[in-house]
């Protein structure tokens, strides 16, 4: 039942509007940063800490750290912010305009298990921001080889065993928090039940708000979800290891996914 | 008699707004039972409770035979449409079946069949949000159709449908009533409830006023029997004849008009003769299901309260 609910979810998600535009705007993106990333490597940027004179200033990124094995997994971290914050906002969206449109009644008419549906929806969202983040890679990895041929960058670390573990690694480090963000995006969404609020809501928190808090709480980014789940795609922070990051952000997404289910499950759906 | 639809003292509040008030319903299987009342009665929110997606407040029922409280045992049976059609706009017609299809595990070929049932098989591949209204009502009894019911519940059907729409519903319901399917309908034109119903609930502030036959509710009111003298001027003298006779009468130009049942048309008439008036029209009006409506709730097309003089007493209902 399950199934069946996550795969009426996909008809929607699929839906060319969303489907070819998000995706096709993550790949643009994707591939923008990438290119982006090797024409400015070793490139000297103004203010930085290197000093005056026309070769002085702050390196982004050398072509040396390029060719490190770690590169391509790096590469796929810095994707985690922007595509945390559409998974957010997508999962909120798709939550709250069942509530706003009326259409959940049509679907609890059909699928009165209302922990099967909210299942099901989850899981659909949860798998469309997965894949998300695997275009991304993909496209961002494809860019990267194109890119390093250009600059003359060897790709051989890369494809060595220990650049492929953390490529990879990255890769799950970065969908894991990415599903983090696709879980608060659901119940945003699901509590306020307005499209418009639950992005607003949800991108206020995530952005201003944690890092004001963090900036100004000495420790509390090791406590606040959003900064928990950006040191998960970052494999740890200086102030929080990779390991304390994922249990005490599953914590969070299991407490919060509870609370969720429990309020869909009892909530009279007069709208 | 079976029921498809019973409850028990159902009630729901909302705060301090009590929506249903101990509603006692009764719903005859194979029957088109209409659901009548003005806006706010309560009859939107009675139809979410027994589709599971309001929790009662208090009382209990059972929808083809299985509790009010476990909606999951019964809603495979049912097909609704509640408040109007909700459906994703950017997705075509058939897309948005198939999303329900897909919810209840139901075969695909019942969406084309569902498209086909209410004319949409050509517009089906449209965008929802490029339908007209009448369109967008035909999808919504479309996708009720789906599961292919044995209970069809449906709030106001036929709102936004021309008369062309109105008379399709109405052949479906038949139709649908012909095949044994129970259908359960609430709507304003009460004309057109009165044409395909078996049976009636009436609700006013969340409390039942009527619920039984259209016939027993028709025949409960007034019979109102009009004649008109050959010549004008006999009008006032037949009409203190009635009035002696102790019947409730009025004049209305050249007419009279007798409140009572269909026999006092022959005692009309026998004083119209007694009294050498010799009339050109005589004729009895039983009272619509809409004269009724008024009659019992004191409102105007199911809308805004709007008290009505009106001598005649509500039959016995729910509570």
């Known amino acids: 039942m399950i199934l069946a609910a996550f795969r009426s979810e996909w008809v929607k998600l699929r839906r060319p509007s969303l489907f070819l535009s998000l995706y096709g705007a993550i790949a643009g993106v994707a591939l923008l940063i990438t290119i982006l990333t090797f024409a400015l490597a070793g490139h000297h940027f103004r203010g930085g800490g290197g000093g005056g004179g026309g070769g002085g200033g702050r390196v982004a990124i050398t072509l040396a750290q390029l060719a490190q094995p770690d590169a391509l997994g790096k590469a796929f971290s810095g994707f985690a912010g922007l595509l945390g914050i559409i998974s957010l906002a997508v999962a909120g969206a798709q939550m709250a305009s069942e509530y706003s449109v009326g259409t959940l009644r049509n679907l609890l008419i059909r699928q009165p298990r209302r922990l099967v549906l909210l299942a099901g929806k989850y899981l659909a969202v949860l798998t469309f921001s997965a894949l998300a983040v695997l275009l991304a890679c993909i496209i961002g990895a494809a860019t990267a080889f194109v890119m390093a041929h250009v600059r003359g960058v060897s790709t051989s670390a890369w494809t060595s065993s220990a650049g492929l573990s953390d490529s990879l690694k990255a890769f799950g480090e970065v969908a894991l928090a990415v599903c983090g963000y696709t879980t608060l995006g659901i119940v945003v969404g699901n509590l306020l039940r307005s499209p418009g609020a639950a992005i607003a809501v949800g991108l206020v928190y995530i952005l201003p708000f944690e890092l004001i808090l963090s900036a100004t709480v000495s420790g509390s980014d090791k406590w606040l979800p959003g900064q928990l789940l950006s040191a998960v795609a970052s494999g740890g922070s200086s102030d929080v290891n990779l390991h304390t990051a994922i249990v005490r952000a599953l914590a969070y997404m299991i407490l919060l996914a509870a609370g969720t289910a429990a309020l869909f499950v009892r909530r009279d759906v007069t709208a | ?319």
């Open chain 2, 1 to 319: 008699m079976t029921v498809a639809i019973e409850t028990h003292d159902l009630t729901k509040r909302f705060g301090d707004r009590v929506a249903v008030d101990h509603a006692n319903l009764s719903i005859p299987t194979g029957a088109v039972s209409g659901f009548i009342g003005p806006n706010g009665a309560g009859k939107t929110t009675t139809m979410r409770m027994l589709l599971g997606l309001v929790r009662p407040t208090a009382g209990t029922g059972s929808v083809l035979g299985e509790p009010l409280s476990a909606p999951e045992r019964y809603m495979s049976r049912i097909g609704a449409m509640i408040e109007g059609p909700t459906f994703y706009g950017p997705l075509s017609g058939r897309a948005n079946l198939v999303v329900l299809a897909r919810l209840a595990q139901l075969p695909l070929q019942r969406v084309d069949e569902g498209l086909e049932r209410v004319g949409l098989t050509d517009r089906g591949n449209d965008p929802f949000r490029a339908y007209s209204h009448g369109m967008k009502q035909r999808l919504g009894i479309a996708a009720a159709l789906l599961p292919r019911p044995e209970l069809l519940v449906l709030d106001e059907p036929t709102n936004g449908l021309d008369p062309a729409g109105i008379g399709e519903v109405r052949s479906l319901l038949r139709s649908l009533r012909d095949d044994g399917i129970t259908v359960f309908v609430s709507s304003h034109l009460l004309a057109e409830l009165e044409q395909i119903c078996d049976h009636v609930v009436m609700i006013q502030l969340g409390q039942l006023m009527y619920q039984g036959t259209v016939e027993q509710l028709v025949a409960a009111q007034h019979t109102e029997v009009w004649a008109r003298p050959e010549r004008p001027e006999d009008t006032p003298r037949l009409l203190a004849g009635l009035l002696a006779a102790g019947r409730q009468a009025r004049s209305d130009g050249p007419w009279v008009c007798v409140i009572a049942d269909e026999d006092c048309a022959a005692d009309l008439y026998r004083l119209a003769v007694r009294e050498q008036i010799t009339l050109v029209h005589l004729s009895t009006r039983r009272q619509t299901l809409e004269q009724a409506f008024l009659a019992m709730t004191g409102t105007v097309s199911g809308d805004v309260a709007q008290p009505v003089a009106s001598g005649v007493g509500a039959v016995g209902g729910g509570r």
